[in-house]
Nanobody, 127 residues
Framework: QVQLVESGGGLVQTGDSLRLSCAAS????????MAWFRQAPGKEREFVAS????????YYADSVKGRFTISRDNAKNTVNLQMISLKPEDAAVYYC????????????????????WGQGTQVTVSS
């Protein structure tokens, strides 16, 4: 079992930066691929970024590539999402997700592939 708690959301202006954090409980965090998803009102939850167990591989949605950076610290059981140049369309509830994977070479990208989810943190971007 892995429990995830997000933090760091808030209200920012267009062009601002924000850093989201996700704290994980459980001894097997380093066996989990981790990801961030987001869901805006009236829209489906969408993939934002993911990171392999070791942190050696990262993946991004095209809409955030070059602006968002996902990272993890397996010693601290945390995964972060650094967001810069925020746009109004980035506004959403951001969810941290994790899933046990058998290899560092596989990092899920789809919502249904992730077993563990946090409660979400709201990001609001004013124009």
């Amino acid at each position: 079992q892995v429990q995830l708690v997000e933090s760091g959301g808030g209200l920012v202006q267009t062009g601002d930066s924000l850093r989201l954090s996700c704290a994980a409980s459980g001894r097997t965090f380093s066996s989990c691929a981790m990801a961030w998803f987001r869901q805006a009102p009236g829209k489906e939850r969408e993939f934002v970024a993911s990171i392999s167990r070791s942190g050696s591989s990262t993946y991004y949605a095209d809409s955030v590539k070059g602006r968002f950076t996902i990272s993890r610290d397996n010693a601290k059981n945390t995964v972060n999402l650094q967001m810069i140049s925020l746009k109004p369309e980035d506004a959403a509830v951001y969810y941290c997700a994790g899933d046990y994977v058998g290899t560092d070479s596989y990092t899920p990208l789809a919502t249904y592939e992730y077993e563990y989810w946090g409660q979400g943190t709201q990001v609001t971007v004013s124009s």
